[in-house]
């Protein structure tokens, strides 16, 4: 299907994928250890909530959305492969529902990994029903237009970070991480090594050695105590 269009109003081609062998690393991981392996960064803000209970992990689909209207999030619909997150913004409405149980019962068809919405979704309970991860910043029955303009796979802004296309998204209940797609491998063995420290320290808390020593060290530089 060829992709065309004028600024504004474009349908693009995803770019390359990572391997399948690379995004099934991701799966299972906390989005808190891979955002501590980013720096603390790369994380949304805590509005961007799970609505249905369910945990997600695939490569992102983006769409930009004009406020109210959810044209391009129906044919992100169509464009995403098996397994991928719908990621969309709505520049700033949370009013305007651009996802509810109709669309998630094409997108369940289609075997999509997961939709988040940084703006409002609507009809949680069917949509947990169907079994589709889904994240958004507010609940809301209002719908919206389906005129545009919009556009899919360029880089957005959601959740307060920007997910471009391509980028691993890995969500649980305590929120939205994404992953560059560029440091894809090089962030999964970050992810590794921290989790072996903190079973190491896991291991330490039942040894006996329960208060960890640089806490007190960190006290003593700074003459809070002797």
Do not use: W
């Amino acid at each position: 299907m060829p992709h065309a269009g004028s600024p504004g109003f474009r349908v693009l081609p995803a770019p390359p994928r990572i391997s399948a062998g690379l995004l099934e690393r991701y799966r299972g991981l906390a989005s808190s250890n891979v955002a501590d392996a980013m720096g603390r960064f790369g994380f949304m803000d805590p509005g961007i909530r799970s609505r249905s209970g369910l945990p997600l992990c695939g490569l992102a689909v983006t769409v930009q959305c004009r406020p109210a209207d959810n044209l391009m999030v129906h044919k992100a619909l169509q464009v995403a492969t098996p397994g991928d997150i719908v990621v969309v913004s709505t520049c700033g409405n949370t009013t305007s529902a651009v996802f509810g149980e109709m669309m998630c019962h094409t997108a369940t068809a289609a075997k999509l990994g997961g939709i988040v919405v940084d703006g409002a979704i609507r009809d949680v309970e069917g949509v947990t029903r169907l079994g589709m991860p889904a994240f958004s910043r507010t609940v809301c029955p209002g719908s919206c237009d389906k005129d545009g303009p919009g556009e899919i796979n360029v880089p957005i802004s959601c959740g307060g970070t920007v997910v471009s296309p391509g980028d691993i998204i890995v969500g649980d209940a305590d929120g939205i991480a994404v992953v560059p797609r560029a440091m894809a491998a090089e962030i999964v063995e970050l992810v590794l090594q921290l989790m072996d420290r903190e079973k190491k320290r896991i291991a330490e808390i039942g040894a006996g050695k329960i208060f960890k020593a640089e806490i007190d060290e960190t006290l003593r530089k700074k003459g809070v105590i002797e």
